[in-house]
């Protein structure tokens, strides 16, 4: 019984270390928009209805970053909106493309505004779609899951640790138990 507990025992840390460290992964690549970029893929939780019925609220989405030249007339492109300050995610139909350099790309979307590849997160029909994650990674990124999920079990690792040594030296003859 002693080694089924130790082995499931192993196993839970070896999960909990990996959530730990996909979640630190997530935090720490956030880019200017608050957005994780790790690689070529952005992780987008759908907070809102914003872009229902084809993606539900809860939802993550995986996109791809594609080169500026892979974004054709008729494609649907996610880009951030940074309208009044407030960045949202959007999703539009490219009505025109301008090359302008050798990197740098115009849209033209809605038959009237420009975005420019900077802001042009990936293409709609390589996105790959996670529905319901996104609300438990948007917990586990927000400061209460951090707090629940990674400060709160340390934290009791620590104490039990600090514990096991002040019984180790109080009690140096007793045999673990």
Known sequence: ???????????????????????TVCLLSYNDYKISVIGNKSLIILDDDALEPEYKKGSLLIVEKNKNDDIKVNDDIFFYNTYKNEVVVNKSRVEKTQKITDTETTYTINKKYEISSEYVIGKADTTKVVENFGSVLGFLESKWGFLIVIVFPLSLLFIYEIYAIIREIRYPDEESK
């Not at 019984?1 to 979640?23: D, N, P, R, T």
């Open 1 to 23: 019984m002693k080694k089924v507990l130790k082995v499931l025992f192993g196993i839970f840390i070896a999960l909990y270390l990996v959530v730990a460290s996909f979640l």
